[in-house]
């Protein structure tokens, strides 16, 4: 079983930065895909970015040129850098991991004043 477990949330201003963590238990991090997805009440989730045990990622068309998803192996860790923020990206972000089955954090609050 992989536990996940983001951090990073906060409230911002419109145009600032944050960067999420999550952080896998167990062994077999490095052969999963790893994906933020982020939920609203009135959307469904929705990915937003994903890096390949590989380390090939793509990016939903709101996130591209401003988020970056990467990873650490030795640490287990995924990250996503968010730049130039906007009101709608206020959500709750998902940590996914994939290998065989789907795995899901409880999600972090991130909230973007205008």
């Known amino acids: 079983q992989v536990q996940l477990v983001e951090s990073g949330g906060a409230l911002v201003q419109s145009g600032g930065s944050l960067r999420l963590s999550c952080v896998a238990s167990?062994?077999?991090?490095?052969?999963?895909?790893m994906g933020w997805y982020r939920q609203t009440p009135e959307k469904q989730r929705e990915l937003v970015a994903a890096?390949?045990?590989?380390?090939?990622?793509n990016y939903a068309d709101s996130a591209k040129g401003r988020f970056t998803i990467s990873r650490d192996n030795a640490k287990n860790t995924v990250y996503l850098q968010m730049n130039s923020l906007k009101p709608e990206d206020t959500a709750v972000y998902y940590c996914?991991?994939?290998?065989?089955?789907?795995?899901w954090g409880q999600g972090t609050q991130v909230t973007v004043s205008s």
């Open positions: 890096i390949s045990s590989g380390g090939s990622t």
């Open positions: 167990g062994s077999i991090f490095s052969l999963m895909n």
């Open positions: 996914n991991a994939y290998h065989w089955k789907s795995y």
